[in-house]
Antibody
Framework: EVQLVESGGGLVQPGGSLRLSCAASGFRFTNHWMHWVRQAPGKGLEWVSRIDPDSRITTHADSVRGRFTISRDNAKNTIYLQMNSLRVEDTAVYYC???????????WGQGTLVTVSS | FVMTQTPLSLSVIPGQPASISCKASQSLLYSDGRTYLFWYLQKPGQSPQLLISEVSNRLSGVPDRFSGSGSGTDFTLTISRVEAEDVGVYYCMQGLHIPQVTFGPGTKLEIK
């Protein structure tokens, strides 16, 4: 059974940093691109970042480029999202997701809430 | 890149059909002949689930009352007979035009 379990969310002040983790199991991790997608309270889905299986290609949305960094550790079947210079508008549930094909996630984690507030 | 959906909300009597339109600002047809348009459903309190891949391919376990159609920039998700368990927010998504993977704004389906 495919499982994706996010952790690391919490309350942080504007300008602060946070690192999210996503532990994957139940599939061949090294065969898949992985994504982070977020959802602000009461809002729609916003794609954030993606990473290829070998960590050679990473891509970030315009809204987070230069502040967020996606990475992965294939030995630990885990992806990460390092979030720096956090803003109030980064407040959201952050989902980890597995790529099916062409940037379309098929399996999603349960999400971890990040709240940026003073 | 912009994805638009209409309507943004829908109230349907159980057993009746429902239809959601999705329009992309650029063609989603790739040079390999495939069209990278996807449909998701986010049920209340849950993570999104992928319903349909590449315009019209239902994922395993998705009821056959769900169908997708369209080409180029115009797409439609149809539910032939809405059931109570279909409530939630439906999103279309394009994965072709990177780096900006884009979701539509969502269509909220309620039962009347």
């Amino acid at each position: 059974e495919v499982q994706l379990v996010e952790s690391g969310g919490g309350l942080v002040q504007p300008g602060g940093s946070l690192r999210l983790s996503c532990a994957a199991s139940g599939f061949r991790f090294t065969n898949h691109w992985m994504h982070w997608v977020r959802q602000a309270p009461g809002k729609g889905l916003e794609w954030v970042s993606r990473i290829d299986p070998d960590s050679r290609i990473t891509t970030h949305a315009d809204s987070v480029r230069g502040r967020f960094t996606i990475s992965r550790d294939n030995a630990k079947n885990t992806i990460y999202l390092q979030m720096n210079s956090l803003r109030v508008e980064d407040t959201a549930v952050y989902y980890c997701a597995r790529d099916l094909v062409w940037n379309a996630p098929d399996y999603w984690g349960q999400g971890t809430l990040v709240t940026v507030s003073s | 890149f912009v994805m638009t959906q209409t309507p943004l909300s829908l109230s349907v009597i159980p057993g009746q059909p429902a239809s959601i339109s999705c329009k992309a600002s650029q063609s989603l047809l790739y040079s390999d002949g495939r069209t990278y348009l996807f449909w998701y459903l986010q049920k209340p309190g849950q993570s999104p689930q992928l319903l349909i891949s590449e315009v019209s391919n239902r994922l395993s376990g998705v009821p056959d009352r769900f169908s997708g159609s369209g080409s180029g920039t115009d797409f439609t998700l149809t539910i032939s007979r809405v059931e109570a368990e279909d409530v939630g927010v439906y999103y279309c998504m394009q994965g072709l035009h990177i780096p900006q993977v884009t979701f539509g704004p969502g269509t909220k389906l309620e039962i009347k």
